[in-house]
């Protein structure tokens, strides 16, 4: 029977070291420190069995969250499964801009377009607690995935299936956000990492990756209440077309933010 410390130097072969503690540490409901302390430690043979098979997923390009099942967002561990794009660290630029336009705000009404796993809708659900907070997809899949992250978070938030604005008639917003598909369909690093493993539908859009991010901002006019903003997370190279964007789509003011990276990624009218 293989010791801990046997085991990680084999996965160590074929993973990042890193990845092969993360990956034992959650099948065995322990931290990296208790890891070193048992090093000499045998594994358990269903552990060591899963364990391998982790580690071979892995190598063929898995990501680690789906692997877990979890992804961390703004301080919070959100369930993720293929049905639904792995919540990034740049997206959480939206989160602090979006709380920054709700403020003042005693019950802003926010709507997150294209939710996935419900990160968005749902931290800022739980870091303004006095928002109304919808939240659309037009995945089922990805609604389930979002349903139960509120749950199990204590998130107060409503969740509907629609294409966009479709299903929200009549319905207005103080405050829009969306991290919709953006990336052009025949760009290489659709079959690279990660992205290979993600949902398509949420990532790539025609127009060279514009379409949905244009559909968006003309619509969103419809839905906003005076003075009310549209965020929009966007590529790297989409800042200068996103300005474009929202001047035709009627957006008198127009923001752009950079991420920590210092990429313009989110881009906003009002």
């Given amino acids: 029977?293989?010791?801990i410390a046997a085991a990680l130097a084999a996965a160590r072969q074929r993973i990042p070291a890193a990845e092969a503690r993360l990956l034992l540490c959650h099948l065995l409901g322990r931290n990296t420190a208790w890891l070193e302390a048992h090093r000499?430690?045998?594994?358990?043979?269903?552990?060591?069995?899963?364990?391998?098979?982790?580690?071979?997923?892995?190598?063929?390009g898995e990501p680690v969250a789906y692997l877990l099942g979890l992804r961390e967002f703004y301080g919070r561990d959100f369930a993720v499964s293929p049905a639904v794009l792995i919540p990034r660290p740049e997206t959480e630029l939206l989160v602090e801009l979006a709380l920054q336009k709700v403020a003042n705000l005693p019950q802003p009404r926010i709507l997150d377009l294209g939710t996935g796993s419900g990160c968005l809708a749902i931290t800022l659900a739980l870091e303004c607690p006095t928002a109304q907070v919808t939240a659309v997809d037009t995945s089922s899949a990805a609604l389930a995935v979002a349903t139960e992250n509120a749950r199990r978070l204590g998130a107060d938030a409503r969740f509907v299936e629609s294409d966009w604005f479709a299903a929200l008639a009549g319905e207005s917003f103080d405050l829009i956000v969306a991290n919709p598909p953006y990336i052009a369909p025949g760009d290489l690093h659709l079959s690279q990492g990660d992205l290979r493993f993600e949902p398509a539908s949420a990532l790539a859009a025609s127009d060279n990756g514009l379409a949905d991010l244009r559909r968006i901002a003309g619509d969103?006019?419809?839905?906003?209440?005076?003075?009310?903003?549209?965020?929009?997370?966007?590529?790297?190279?989409?800042?200068?077309?996103?300005?474009?964007?929202?001047?035709?789509?009627?957006?008198?003011?127009v923001e752009q933010h950079r991420d920590l990276a210092g990429i313009i990624r989110v881009s906003g009218g009002a």
């Avoid at 000499?40 to 997923?57: I, M, N």
């Fill in 1 to 3: 029977m293989n010791s």
């Fill in 40 to 60: 000499d430690e045998a594994l358990e043979e269903p552990v060591a069995s899963r364990f391998s098979a982790w580690v071979q997923r892995r190598q063929e």
């Fill in 220 to 253: 969103a006019t419809h839905h906003l209440a005076p003075g009310a903003w549209l965020l929009c997370e966007h590529g790297y190279d989409q800042a200068e077309a996103m300005v474009q964007i929202l001047h035709d789509a009627g957006f008198g003011t």
